[in-house]
């Protein structure tokens, strides 16, 4: 059987993408820093105990004059980039598109009409670059019954009530993302334990996996899923965050990386990789076949930090002149 996961191989480098309400924090919540050392903006809700109505006004702050989800379709072709994933719902629980599926999305909230999911899909399709989801399955810091960790913002999840989150809201969800923007080469789901180990039922898992094959039978799904990569239902396997490969393997694997150290953009950033380690990490994991996923997190205006700008533009004349198409 021909390996469906085969392109991703050779695609080698792909474009990541963090945007949401966390990105018009900036990283700062009334005057103060994140309140934990790792400084991902995008847990800020989290972090810094944001209620979920303070949280839903960050909306407001988006600049839809300035936001062009095709200008980061560009910015991964410069950047020599095969493939976009973007995070349709991160932990915090907002859909980025228009879902029909509650009200908690950043069209409803901003009141604006625009649907950012279906702009990058669009533009996608326009300059023929592959397009995956991240979506965050088994934490969602919005539902009541979704997990969030020692459970101090929603309080104790029985199994039936986390059951109660997966069928309204992650199935219905799933079912509109690929069901409304075209083709949609993978899912890339965001459990970094094994589901034994979470709250996440096996059946779960399969549910839907198996909603996936049945909508598109071509779509991946990654490994943090919560399954092994021998499980049927994993396409490949994406190691831990900014964990390089070691050694060949015999199935379909990518690193997601990050320019700086934060996903989400933060004003406060201070680690920015040189364009050097960024390199090498690419040229590390395609000399072993694997590939490199590298994160940028635009501002609540779509703009790209230069420092991130800069990094994929160097690399990406690059290989536009040494490196094969
Ligand atoms: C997760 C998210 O919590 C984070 O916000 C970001 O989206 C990132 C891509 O994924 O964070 C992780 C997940 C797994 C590991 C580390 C951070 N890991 O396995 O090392």
Not at 73 to 96: E, N
Not at 192 to 207: A, G, R, V
Not at 253 to 270: C, K, Q, R, V
Not at 281 to 308: C, F, H, W
């Amino acid at each position: 059987q021909e390996n469906k996961a085969q392109w991703l191989e050779d695609a080698r480098y792909g474009m990541f993408i963090h945007w949401g309400l966390y990105s018009a924090t900036e990283g700062i919540w009334k005057g103060e820093r994140l309140r934990h050392p790792n400084n991902y903006a995008e847990w800020i809700r989290y972090r810094n105990r944001i209620g979920e109505a303070e949280y839903g006004e960050l909306a407001k702050r988006f600049d839809w004059e300035k936001i062009n989800p095709e200008e980061w379709v560009l910015l991964a072709k410069k950047a020599g980039m095969k493939y976009i994933i973007i995070t349709s719902k991160h932990h915090d629980g907002v859909a980025l598109w228009d879902t029909k599926v509650g009200d908690y999305s950043l069209p409803k909230l901003s009141g604006s009409n625009r649907d950012v999911i279906k702009e990058i899909a669009d533009a996608c399709r326009k300059h023929n670059m592959k397009l995956g989801f991240y979506y965050s399955h088994w934490i969602d810091w919005q539902h009541p019954y979704a997990w969030n960790h020692n459970q101090e913002v929603t309080g104790r999840v029985t199994d039936a009530q986390y059951n109660q989150y997966w069928q309204e809201k992650v199935i219905p969800q799933v079912r509109e993302l690929l069901t409304n923007y075209g083709d949609i080469a993978l899912m890339w789901f965001d459990m970094w334990i094994p589901y034994q180990q979470s709250i996440i039922k096996k059946e779960q898992l399969d549910q839907l996996a198996n909603l996936i094959h049945e909508i598109q039978p071509n779509c991946l799904i990654n490994s943090r899923l919560g399954l092994p990569i021998s499980n049927k239902n994993v396409d490949f396997e994406t190691l831990g965050d900014n964990v390089l490969g070691e050694a060949y393997t015999d199935h379909v694997w990518e690193t997601p990386g990050t320019i700086a150290h934060s996903w989400g953009y933060n004003a406060l950033e201070s680690e920015w990789k040189s364009t050097n380690q960024i390199f090498q990490s690419l040229i590390n994991n395609v000399s072993l076949n694997g590939s490199y996923t590298l994160n940028i997190g635009p501002r609540a205006d779509g703009t790209v930090p230069y420092e991130g700008v800069e990094r994929l533009e160097t690399i990406g004349k690059w290989l536009a002149t040494y490196g094969e198409a």
